[in-house]
Protein backbone atom coordinates (compact mmCIF):
# COMPACT_ATOMS: atom_id res chain seq x y z
CA UNK A 1 0.00 0.00 0.00
CA UNK A 2 3.10 2.45 0.51
CA UNK A 3 4.07 1.83 -2.65
CA UNK A 4 0.79 2.57 -4.22
CA UNK A 5 0.05 5.57 -2.60
CA UNK A 6 4.03 6.68 -3.36
CA UNK A 7 3.38 5.73 -6.79
CA UNK A 8 0.13 7.75 -6.92
CA UNK A 9 1.80 10.59 -5.15
CA UNK A 10 4.56 10.25 -8.13
CA UNK A 11 1.91 10.35 -11.15
CA UNK A 12 0.14 13.04 -9.68
CA UNK A 13 3.06 15.36 -9.38
CA UNK A 14 4.35 14.33 -13.14
CA UNK A 15 0.46 15.11 -14.30
CA UNK A 16 0.51 18.71 -12.79
CA UNK A 17 3.83 19.33 -13.18
CA UNK A 18 4.31 18.10 -17.00
CA UNK A 19 1.20 16.31 -18.03
CA UNK A 20 -1.04 17.65 -20.68
CA UNK A 21 0.19 21.75 -20.01
CA UNK A 22 -1.72 24.38 -21.70
CA UNK A 23 -1.13 27.97 -22.28
CA UNK A 24 -4.13 29.76 -19.85
CA UNK A 25 -7.16 31.60 -21.42
CA UNK A 26 -6.74 35.47 -20.74
CA UNK A 27 -7.63 36.60 -17.49
CA UNK A 28 -10.85 38.02 -18.10
CA UNK A 29 -12.24 34.02 -19.16
CA UNK A 30 -15.29 34.38 -17.11
CA UNK A 31 -16.64 36.71 -19.80
CA UNK A 32 -16.33 34.66 -22.98
CA UNK A 33 -18.77 31.95 -23.64
CA UNK A 34 -16.17 29.32 -23.60
CA UNK A 35 -15.35 29.82 -19.97
CA UNK A 36 -18.86 30.00 -18.51
CA UNK A 37 -20.40 28.01 -21.14
CA UNK A 38 -18.05 24.74 -20.98
CA UNK A 39 -19.37 21.87 -23.13
CA UNK A 40 -19.48 19.33 -25.21
CA UNK A 41 -20.12 17.51 -28.62
CA UNK A 42 -22.06 14.37 -28.01
CA UNK A 43 -22.25 14.35 -31.81
CA UNK A 44 -19.28 15.76 -33.26
CA UNK A 45 -20.60 17.49 -36.99
CA UNK A 46 -18.45 18.75 -39.79
CA UNK A 47 -17.50 21.99 -39.31
CA UNK A 48 -20.34 24.61 -38.66
CA UNK A 49 -22.51 21.67 -38.30
CA UNK A 50 -24.24 19.73 -35.60
CA UNK A 51 -27.00 17.29 -35.53
CA UNK A 52 -30.48 17.69 -36.21
CA UNK A 53 -31.66 15.52 -33.25
CA UNK A 54 -31.66 19.16 -31.14
CA UNK A 55 -33.85 21.20 -31.01
CA UNK A 56 -34.29 24.28 -33.31
CA UNK A 57 -31.71 27.32 -33.22
CA UNK A 58 -34.14 29.73 -31.06
CA UNK A 59 -32.81 33.00 -28.83
CA UNK A 60 -33.20 31.98 -25.11
CA UNK A 61 -35.34 34.27 -22.81
CA UNK A 62 -36.74 36.10 -25.90
CA UNK A 63 -37.85 39.59 -25.00
CA UNK A 64 -38.44 42.78 -27.17
CA UNK A 65 -35.72 44.27 -28.56
CA UNK A 66 -33.15 46.40 -26.45
CA UNK A 67 -31.46 49.56 -27.42
CA UNK A 68 -28.50 49.12 -29.10
CA UNK A 69 -26.13 49.74 -25.93
CA UNK A 70 -27.85 48.00 -23.63
CA UNK A 71 -25.53 44.10 -23.78
CA UNK A 72 -27.77 41.22 -24.25
CA UNK A 73 -29.54 39.23 -21.34
CA UNK A 74 -27.55 36.51 -20.68
CA UNK A 75 -29.19 33.11 -20.76
CA UNK A 76 -31.12 31.68 -18.21
CA UNK A 77 -31.41 27.80 -17.87
CA UNK A 78 -35.01 26.16 -18.03
CA UNK A 79 -35.63 24.64 -14.85
CA UNK A 80 -37.42 21.38 -16.86
CA UNK A 81 -34.14 21.18 -18.31
CA UNK A 82 -32.64 21.41 -15.40
CA UNK A 83 -34.70 18.62 -13.56
CA UNK A 84 -34.22 16.15 -16.35
CA UNK A 85 -30.53 16.76 -16.44
CA UNK A 86 -30.21 15.92 -12.12
CA UNK A 87 -32.72 12.97 -12.86
CA UNK A 88 -30.38 11.50 -16.14
CA UNK A 89 -27.50 12.32 -13.59
CA UNK A 90 -28.53 9.87 -10.90
CA UNK A 91 -29.49 7.40 -13.13
CA UNK A 92 -25.98 6.75 -14.85
CA UNK A 93 -25.37 6.75 -11.23
CA UNK A 94 -27.95 3.55 -10.83
CA UNK A 95 -25.86 1.68 -14.04
CA UNK A 96 -22.82 1.79 -12.18
CA UNK A 97 -23.86 1.35 -8.48
CA UNK A 98 -25.64 -0.88 -8.39
CA UNK A 99 -26.13 -1.79 -11.53
CA UNK A 100 -22.57 -2.45 -12.88
CA UNK A 101 -21.47 -3.98 -9.95
CA UNK A 102 -24.69 -6.62 -9.83
CA UNK A 103 -23.92 -7.49 -13.13
CA UNK A 104 -20.61 -7.66 -12.94
CA UNK A 105 -21.01 -9.87 -9.68
CA UNK A 106 -23.69 -12.35 -10.60
CA UNK A 107 -20.88 -13.79 -13.29
CA UNK A 108 -17.95 -14.21 -11.48
CA UNK A 109 -18.05 -17.21 -8.83
CA UNK A 110 -19.11 -16.78 -5.45
CA UNK A 111 -15.61 -16.39 -3.82
CA UNK A 112 -14.67 -13.11 -6.13
CA UNK A 113 -18.31 -11.63 -5.37
CA UNK A 114 -17.38 -9.12 -3.14
CA UNK A 115 -14.14 -8.15 -4.99
CA UNK A 116 -16.11 -7.41 -8.00
CA UNK A 117 -18.16 -5.57 -6.22
CA UNK A 118 -15.36 -3.52 -4.21
CA UNK A 119 -13.66 -2.49 -7.44
CA UNK A 120 -16.40 -0.89 -9.21
CA UNK A 121 -17.68 1.25 -5.99
CA UNK A 122 -14.24 2.28 -5.20
CA UNK A 123 -13.48 3.20 -9.40
CA UNK A 124 -16.87 5.15 -9.19
CA UNK A 125 -15.75 6.88 -6.14
CA UNK A 126 -12.16 7.43 -7.16
CA UNK A 127 -12.98 8.65 -10.52
CA UNK A 128 -15.18 11.12 -9.38
CA UNK A 129 -12.68 12.87 -7.09
CA UNK A 130 -10.67 13.16 -9.88
CA UNK A 131 -12.84 14.71 -12.39
CA UNK A 132 -13.41 17.22 -10.25
CA UNK A 133 -9.51 17.66 -9.27
CA UNK A 134 -8.48 18.16 -12.69
CA UNK A 135 -10.26 15.41 -15.27
CA UNK A 136 -13.67 17.76 -16.11
CA UNK A 137 -11.17 20.40 -16.80
CA UNK A 138 -8.43 18.58 -18.89
CA UNK A 139 -11.46 17.59 -20.76
CA UNK A 140 -14.14 20.23 -21.08
CA UNK A 141 -12.34 23.21 -21.46
CA UNK A 142 -10.69 25.05 -24.91
CA UNK A 143 -7.00 23.90 -24.90
CA UNK A 144 -5.31 21.63 -28.15
CA UNK A 145 -7.36 19.27 -30.46
CA UNK A 146 -6.41 16.90 -28.34
CA UNK A 147 -5.95 17.73 -24.38
CA UNK A 148 -7.90 21.06 -22.40
CA UNK A 149 -6.18 22.88 -20.28
CA UNK A 150 -6.01 23.21 -16.50
CA UNK A 151 -8.29 26.44 -16.34
CA UNK A 152 -11.04 24.35 -14.44
CA UNK A 153 -8.82 22.69 -12.33
CA UNK A 154 -10.48 22.05 -8.68
CA UNK A 155 -14.03 23.22 -10.56
CA UNK A 156 -11.97 26.33 -10.49
CA UNK A 157 -14.44 29.62 -11.69
CA UNK A 158 -17.22 27.68 -11.61
CA UNK A 159 -20.45 29.27 -9.23
CA UNK A 160 -24.46 29.31 -9.24
CA UNK A 161 -24.08 31.62 -12.53
CA UNK A 162 -22.12 29.47 -14.64
CA UNK A 163 -23.65 27.73 -17.30
CA UNK A 164 -22.93 25.02 -20.11
CA UNK A 165 -24.14 24.93 -23.73
CA UNK A 166 -26.53 22.72 -24.89
CA UNK A 167 -27.62 21.98 -28.50
CA UNK A 168 -30.07 24.95 -29.29
CA UNK A 169 -28.83 28.50 -29.14
CA UNK A 170 -29.33 30.38 -26.47
CA UNK A 171 -30.15 27.49 -24.36
CA UNK A 172 -28.04 26.68 -21.23
CA UNK A 173 -27.79 24.22 -18.26
CA UNK A 174 -26.05 24.85 -14.63
CA UNK A 175 -22.45 24.03 -15.10
CA UNK A 176 -22.89 22.55 -12.08
CA UNK A 177 -25.09 19.90 -13.30
CA UNK A 178 -23.05 19.32 -16.37
CA UNK A 179 -20.10 18.51 -14.50
CA UNK A 180 -21.60 16.25 -12.33
CA UNK A 181 -23.85 14.17 -15.47
CA UNK A 182 -20.39 13.94 -17.12
CA UNK A 183 -18.85 12.43 -13.96
CA UNK A 184 -20.56 9.81 -14.45
CA UNK A 185 -19.72 8.74 -17.46
CA UNK A 186 -16.07 8.68 -16.76
CA UNK A 187 -16.71 6.80 -13.59
CA UNK A 188 -18.89 3.46 -15.56
CA UNK A 189 -16.24 3.66 -18.22
CA UNK A 190 -13.11 2.63 -16.04
CA UNK A 191 -15.39 0.62 -14.26
CA UNK A 192 -16.62 -1.33 -17.47
CA UNK A 193 -12.76 -2.16 -17.79
CA UNK A 194 -12.39 -4.46 -14.87
CA UNK A 195 -14.75 -7.28 -16.08
CA UNK A 196 -12.14 -8.09 -18.57
CA UNK A 197 -9.54 -9.03 -15.85
CA UNK A 198 -11.88 -10.19 -12.84
CA UNK A 199 -10.68 -12.45 -10.21
CA UNK A 200 -6.99 -12.54 -10.42
CA UNK A 201 -6.07 -9.14 -9.93
CA UNK A 202 -4.34 -7.31 -6.73
CA UNK A 203 -7.11 -4.34 -5.32
CA UNK A 204 -3.81 -1.78 -5.50
CA UNK A 205 -2.99 -2.42 -9.35
CA UNK A 206 -6.87 -1.89 -10.40
CA UNK A 207 -6.81 1.22 -8.71
CA UNK A 208 -3.37 2.39 -9.82
CA UNK A 209 -4.10 1.30 -13.26
CA UNK A 210 -7.43 3.48 -13.57
CA UNK A 211 -5.87 6.69 -12.33
CA UNK A 212 -3.41 6.20 -15.24
CA UNK A 213 -5.96 5.14 -17.91
CA UNK A 214 -8.42 7.74 -16.83
CA UNK A 215 -5.71 10.33 -17.09
CA UNK A 216 -4.16 9.50 -20.52
CA UNK A 217 -7.17 7.66 -22.35
CA UNK A 218 -10.41 8.40 -21.07
CA UNK A 219 -9.83 12.84 -20.82
CA UNK A 220 -7.99 13.07 -24.32
CA UNK A 221 -10.43 10.46 -26.30
CA UNK A 222 -13.48 12.66 -24.42
CA UNK A 223 -11.88 15.74 -25.14
CA UNK A 224 -11.10 14.73 -28.71
CA UNK A 225 -14.53 13.66 -29.74
CA UNK A 226 -16.89 15.30 -27.72
CA UNK A 227 -15.45 19.49 -27.24
CA UNK A 228 -16.31 22.38 -29.27
CA UNK A 229 -17.36 25.76 -28.35
CA UNK A 230 -21.19 25.21 -28.50
CA UNK A 231 -24.00 26.37 -31.32
CA UNK A 232 -24.00 30.22 -29.82
CA UNK A 233 -20.39 30.44 -31.70
CA UNK A 234 -21.97 29.68 -34.98
CA UNK A 235 -23.08 32.80 -36.34
CA UNK A 236 -22.08 32.79 -39.76
CA UNK A 237 -19.27 30.90 -41.63
CA UNK A 238 -16.30 32.63 -40.52
CA UNK A 239 -17.13 32.67 -36.87
CA UNK A 240 -18.42 28.62 -37.75
CA UNK A 241 -14.73 27.82 -38.85
CA UNK A 242 -13.24 30.07 -35.80
CA UNK A 243 -15.11 27.87 -33.32
CA UNK A 244 -14.51 24.58 -34.86
CA UNK A 245 -10.76 24.98 -34.70
CA UNK A 246 -11.00 25.26 -31.26
CA UNK A 247 -12.99 21.80 -30.78
CA UNK A 248 -11.61 18.06 -30.09
CA UNK A 249 -9.55 16.35 -32.92
CA UNK A 250 -12.20 13.91 -33.69
CA UNK A 251 -14.72 16.64 -33.63
CA UNK A 252 -13.49 18.70 -35.76
CA UNK A 253 -13.50 15.68 -38.34
CA UNK A 254 -17.39 15.08 -37.90
CA UNK A 255 -17.27 11.77 -35.78
CA UNK A 256 -20.57 11.28 -34.65
CA UNK A 257 -21.10 9.80 -31.40
CA UNK A 258 -24.02 11.03 -29.49
CA UNK A 259 -23.64 9.46 -25.62
CA UNK A 260 -20.64 7.07 -26.06
CA UNK A 261 -19.89 4.06 -28.49
CA UNK A 262 -16.44 5.40 -29.04
CA UNK A 263 -15.05 7.58 -25.76
CA UNK A 264 -16.99 4.94 -23.34
CA UNK A 265 -17.57 1.50 -24.82
CA UNK A 266 -14.54 1.08 -27.36
CA UNK A 267 -12.01 3.00 -25.08
CA UNK A 268 -13.05 0.67 -22.18
CA UNK A 269 -13.13 -2.51 -24.21
CA UNK A 270 -10.30 -2.19 -26.03
CA UNK A 271 -7.91 -1.42 -22.15
CA UNK A 272 -9.77 -4.33 -20.86
CA UNK A 273 -8.42 -6.92 -23.48
CA UNK A 274 -4.89 -5.52 -23.61
CA UNK A 275 -5.35 -6.04 -19.44
CA UNK A 276 -6.24 -9.83 -20.58
CA UNK A 277 -3.28 -10.29 -22.07
CA UNK A 278 -1.55 -8.63 -20.01
CA UNK A 279 -2.00 -10.37 -17.24
CA UNK A 280 -3.04 -13.71 -17.82
CA UNK A 281 -5.94 -16.60 -17.81
CA UNK A 282 -7.17 -17.38 -14.60
CA UNK A 283 -5.90 -20.68 -13.17
CA UNK A 284 -7.26 -23.51 -14.20
CA UNK A 285 -9.24 -21.64 -17.38
CA UNK A 286 -10.35 -24.26 -19.74
CA UNK A 287 -9.75 -26.80 -17.43
CA UNK A 288 -12.29 -25.78 -14.30
CA UNK A 289 -15.62 -24.41 -14.41
CA UNK A 290 -15.87 -20.86 -13.98
CA UNK A 291 -19.44 -20.22 -14.35
CA UNK A 292 -21.27 -17.36 -13.07
CA UNK A 293 -22.02 -18.10 -9.46
CA UNK A 294 -25.81 -15.91 -9.24
CA UNK A 295 -27.79 -15.22 -12.53
CA UNK A 296 -30.50 -13.80 -10.78
CA UNK A 297 -27.73 -11.11 -9.79
CA UNK A 298 -26.70 -10.87 -12.99
CA UNK A 299 -30.31 -10.24 -14.03
CA UNK A 300 -31.16 -7.79 -11.69
CA UNK A 301 -28.14 -5.61 -12.52
CA UNK A 302 -28.71 -5.85 -16.41
CA UNK A 303 -32.21 -4.58 -15.60
CA UNK A 304 -30.39 -1.49 -13.40
CA UNK A 305 -28.23 -1.03 -16.37
CA UNK A 306 -31.51 -1.22 -19.17
CA UNK A 307 -33.02 1.40 -16.81
CA UNK A 308 -30.30 3.82 -16.11
CA UNK A 309 -29.31 3.71 -19.49
CA UNK A 310 -31.98 6.15 -20.21
CA UNK A 311 -30.40 8.68 -18.24
CA UNK A 312 -26.35 7.59 -19.95
CA UNK A 313 -28.66 8.60 -23.61
CA UNK A 314 -31.40 10.27 -23.03
CA UNK A 315 -29.67 12.80 -21.06
CA UNK A 316 -26.94 13.12 -23.39
CA UNK A 317 -29.21 15.34 -25.28
CA UNK A 318 -28.90 17.88 -22.60
CA UNK A 319 -32.29 19.19 -22.39
CA UNK A 320 -36.16 17.84 -22.23
CA UNK A 321 -36.67 17.60 -25.82
CA UNK A 322 -37.81 15.74 -28.54
CA UNK A 323 -33.93 14.81 -29.18
CA UNK A 324 -34.24 13.62 -25.57
CA UNK A 325 -37.57 11.54 -26.79
CA UNK A 326 -35.87 10.07 -29.91
CA UNK A 327 -33.26 8.46 -27.98
CA UNK A 328 -35.40 7.24 -25.02
CA UNK A 329 -37.62 5.20 -27.72
CA UNK A 330 -34.13 3.90 -29.89
CA UNK A 331 -32.99 3.01 -26.32
CA UNK A 332 -36.15 0.87 -25.79
CA UNK A 333 -36.26 -0.57 -29.21
CA UNK A 334 -32.47 -1.39 -30.07
CA UNK A 335 -32.47 -3.14 -26.35
CA UNK A 336 -35.80 -5.70 -26.88
CA UNK A 337 -34.09 -6.07 -30.54
CA UNK A 338 -30.96 -7.35 -29.31
CA UNK A 339 -32.15 -9.11 -26.41
CA UNK A 340 -34.70 -10.91 -28.95
CA UNK A 341 -31.65 -11.91 -32.06
CA UNK A 342 -29.22 -12.54 -29.02
CA UNK A 343 -31.63 -15.70 -27.36
CA UNK A 344 -33.13 -16.81 -31.03
CA UNK A 345 -29.31 -17.13 -32.15
CA UNK A 346 -28.92 -19.23 -29.15
CA UNK A 347 -31.30 -21.20 -29.12
CA UNK A 348 -30.70 -22.05 -32.59
CA UNK A 349 -27.10 -22.56 -32.11
CA UNK A 350 -27.25 -24.27 -28.61
CA UNK A 351 -30.58 -25.85 -28.54
CA UNK A 352 -31.73 -23.82 -25.74
CA UNK A 353 -32.11 -19.98 -24.99
CA UNK A 354 -30.21 -18.90 -21.54
CA UNK A 355 -30.97 -16.06 -19.28
CA UNK A 356 -27.72 -15.33 -19.47
CA UNK A 357 -27.80 -14.78 -23.12
CA UNK A 358 -30.40 -12.23 -22.77
CA UNK A 359 -29.07 -10.66 -20.09
CA UNK A 360 -25.98 -9.95 -22.70
CA UNK A 361 -27.86 -9.24 -25.42
CA UNK A 362 -29.93 -6.29 -23.85
CA UNK A 363 -26.19 -5.07 -22.84
CA UNK A 364 -25.40 -5.36 -26.28
CA UNK A 365 -28.56 -3.90 -27.44
CA UNK A 366 -27.52 -1.05 -25.24
CA UNK A 367 -23.92 -0.16 -26.49
CA UNK A 368 -24.58 -0.38 -29.97
CA UNK A 369 -27.74 2.18 -29.89
CA UNK A 370 -25.57 4.79 -27.72
CA UNK A 371 -23.37 6.46 -30.70
CA UNK A 372 -26.47 6.93 -32.20
CA UNK A 373 -29.31 7.47 -29.78
CA UNK A 374 -29.94 10.57 -30.85
CA UNK A 375 -29.26 10.79 -34.57
CA UNK A 376 -30.78 7.85 -35.98
CA UNK A 377 -34.68 6.93 -36.41
CA UNK A 378 -36.55 4.05 -34.60
CA UNK A 379 -36.12 1.44 -37.73
CA UNK A 380 -32.54 2.49 -37.49
CA UNK A 381 -32.09 1.82 -33.86
CA UNK A 382 -34.41 -1.55 -34.25
CA UNK A 383 -31.56 -2.73 -37.35
CA UNK A 384 -28.74 -1.87 -35.15
CA UNK A 385 -30.46 -3.84 -31.89
CA UNK A 386 -30.85 -7.07 -34.24
CA UNK A 387 -27.73 -6.99 -35.50
CA UNK A 388 -26.03 -6.19 -32.34
CA UNK A 389 -27.28 -9.11 -30.88
CA UNK A 390 -25.95 -11.52 -33.39
CA UNK A 391 -22.87 -9.92 -34.09
CA UNK A 392 -21.98 -9.69 -30.46
CA UNK A 393 -22.72 -13.51 -29.80
CA UNK A 394 -20.21 -14.34 -32.06
CA UNK A 395 -17.85 -11.78 -30.29
CA UNK A 396 -18.43 -13.66 -27.28
CA UNK A 397 -17.68 -16.86 -28.81
CA UNK A 398 -16.15 -17.67 -32.52
CA UNK A 399 -14.27 -14.16 -31.92
CA UNK A 400 -13.67 -15.05 -28.26
CA UNK A 401 -11.56 -18.12 -29.38
CA UNK A 402 -9.87 -16.39 -31.86
CA UNK A 403 -8.23 -13.62 -29.96
CA UNK A 404 -6.94 -16.45 -27.38
CA UNK A 405 -7.36 -13.97 -23.97
CA UNK A 406 -9.36 -14.95 -21.06
CA UNK A 407 -11.52 -12.09 -20.86
CA UNK A 408 -13.42 -12.98 -18.19
CA UNK A 409 -16.99 -11.40 -18.84
CA UNK A 410 -17.07 -10.47 -22.36
CA UNK A 411 -15.81 -7.22 -21.84
CA UNK A 412 -14.56 -6.88 -25.90
CA UNK A 413 -17.45 -9.15 -26.43
CA UNK A 414 -20.02 -7.17 -26.28
CA UNK A 415 -18.88 -3.59 -25.79
CA UNK A 416 -16.17 -3.19 -28.34
CA UNK A 417 -17.43 -5.77 -30.82
CA UNK A 418 -20.92 -3.68 -29.96
CA UNK A 419 -19.26 -0.40 -29.56
CA UNK A 420 -17.44 -0.76 -33.13
CA UNK A 421 -20.71 -1.87 -34.71
CA UNK A 422 -23.12 0.74 -33.44
CA UNK A 423 -20.59 3.41 -34.65
CA UNK A 424 -20.08 2.16 -37.65
CA UNK A 425 -23.73 1.89 -38.28
CA UNK A 426 -24.72 5.36 -36.61
CA UNK A 427 -22.79 6.61 -39.86
CA UNK A 428 -25.60 5.08 -41.62
CA UNK A 429 -28.62 4.96 -39.85
CA UNK A 430 -28.35 8.80 -39.08
CA UNK A 431 -29.08 9.94 -43.08
CA UNK A 432 -32.26 11.65 -43.76
CA UNK A 433 -32.99 9.31 -46.24
CA UNK A 434 -33.45 6.53 -43.99
CA UNK A 435 -35.01 8.04 -41.14
CA UNK A 436 -32.35 9.80 -39.12
CA UNK A 437 -31.72 13.37 -38.45
CA UNK A 438 -28.73 13.78 -40.70
CA UNK A 439 -26.65 16.75 -39.64
CA UNK A 440 -27.75 20.63 -38.26
CA UNK A 441 -26.14 23.41 -39.79
CA UNK A 442 -25.69 25.59 -37.45
CA UNK A 443 -24.99 28.77 -39.70
CA UNK A 444 -27.94 28.53 -41.87
CA UNK A 445 -30.14 26.91 -39.12
CA UNK A 446 -31.42 24.06 -40.84
CA UNK A 447 -30.26 20.67 -41.33
CA UNK A 448 -27.65 20.22 -44.19
CA UNK A 449 -28.66 18.75 -47.49
CA UNK A 450 -25.76 17.22 -48.86
CA UNK A 451 -25.18 14.13 -46.21
CA UNK A 452 -23.07 11.13 -47.47
CA UNK A 453 -23.34 7.73 -45.99
CA UNK A 454 -19.89 6.64 -47.67
CA UNK A 455 -18.16 9.71 -46.29
CA UNK A 456 -19.88 9.58 -42.51
CA UNK A 457 -19.34 5.90 -42.32
CA UNK A 458 -15.28 6.55 -43.35
CA UNK A 459 -15.23 8.96 -40.51
CA UNK A 460 -16.70 6.26 -38.16
CA UNK A 461 -14.12 4.27 -38.87
CA UNK A 462 -11.66 6.82 -38.47
CA UNK A 463 -12.78 7.86 -34.82
CA UNK A 464 -12.77 3.72 -33.86
CA UNK A 465 -9.46 3.31 -35.26
CA UNK A 466 -7.93 6.25 -33.13
CA UNK A 467 -9.83 5.70 -30.16
CA UNK A 468 -8.97 1.75 -30.33
CA UNK A 469 -5.26 2.66 -31.42
CA UNK A 470 -4.89 5.30 -28.76
CA UNK A 471 -6.56 3.35 -25.76
CA UNK A 472 -4.73 0.48 -26.85
CA UNK A 473 -1.13 2.02 -26.04
CA UNK A 474 -2.23 3.80 -22.70
CA UNK A 475 -3.28 1.07 -21.41
CA UNK A 476 -0.20 -1.02 -22.18
CA UNK A 477 1.85 1.18 -21.02
CA UNK A 478 -0.14 1.24 -18.17
CA UNK A 479 0.01 -1.79 -16.95
CA UNK A 480 3.30 -2.54 -17.42
CA UNK A 481 4.45 0.79 -15.25
CA UNK A 482 1.78 -0.85 -12.53
CA UNK A 483 3.28 -4.41 -12.60
CA UNK A 484 7.08 -2.89 -12.02
CA UNK A 485 5.32 -0.48 -8.91
CA UNK A 486 3.02 -3.00 -6.85
CA UNK A 487 2.86 -5.91 -9.64
CA UNK A 488 -0.62 -6.93 -11.67
CA UNK A 489 -1.60 -10.25 -10.24
CA UNK A 490 -2.48 -11.99 -6.88
CA UNK A 491 -0.47 -15.44 -6.14
CA UNK A 492 -2.00 -18.32 -6.94
CA UNK A 493 -2.85 -19.46 -3.83
CA UNK A 494 -4.91 -16.05 -3.18
CA UNK A 495 -6.39 -16.46 -6.52
CA UNK A 496 -7.74 -20.42 -5.47
CA UNK A 497 -8.55 -19.21 -2.07
CA UNK A 498 -10.79 -16.10 -4.19
CA UNK A 499 -10.29 -12.37 -3.72
CA UNK A 500 -12.88 -11.99 -1.37
CA UNK A 501 -11.26 -13.27 1.25
CA UNK A 502 -7.77 -12.94 0.44
CA UNK A 503 -7.68 -9.42 -1.06
CA UNK A 504 -10.68 -8.24 1.44
CA UNK A 505 -11.16 -10.07 4.32
CA UNK A 506 -14.61 -11.22 4.05
CA UNK A 507 -17.31 -13.38 2.27
CA UNK A 508 -20.30 -12.45 0.31
CA UNK A 509 -22.32 -15.41 1.27
CA UNK A 510 -21.91 -17.58 4.75
CA UNK A 511 -22.82 -21.21 4.53
Known sequence: MKKLLASFLATSTLLFAVGFAQPALAADEAAKPEATATVVAQAAAPAAEAPAATAPAAAAAAAPAAPSAAPAAAPVPNKGDTAWMMTATVLVILMTIPGLALFYGGLVRSKNMLSILMQVFMIFSLITV???????????????????SFDRLFLKGINLESMAATFSKGVVIPEYVFVAFQATFAAITCGLIVGAFAERIKFSAVLLFIVLWFTFSYLPIAH?????????????????????????????????????????HINAAVAGLVGAYVIGKRVGYGKESMAPHSLTMTMIGASLLWVGWFGFNAGSAYESTAAAGLALVNTILATSAATLSWSFGEWMGKGKPSMLGAASGAVAGLVAVTPGAGFVGPMGALVIGLLAGIVCLWGVNGLKRMLGADDSLDVFGVHGVGGILGALLTGVFAAPSLGGTGIYDYVANKVAEDYSIAGQVWIQFEGVLVTALWSGVVAFIAFKLVDLIVGLRVPEEEEREGLDISSHGESAYHM
Open 224 to 264: MVWFWAGPDAYTDAAAAEAATATAGWLFQKGALDFAGGTVV
Open 130 to 148: LWAIYGYSLAFTTGGSFIG
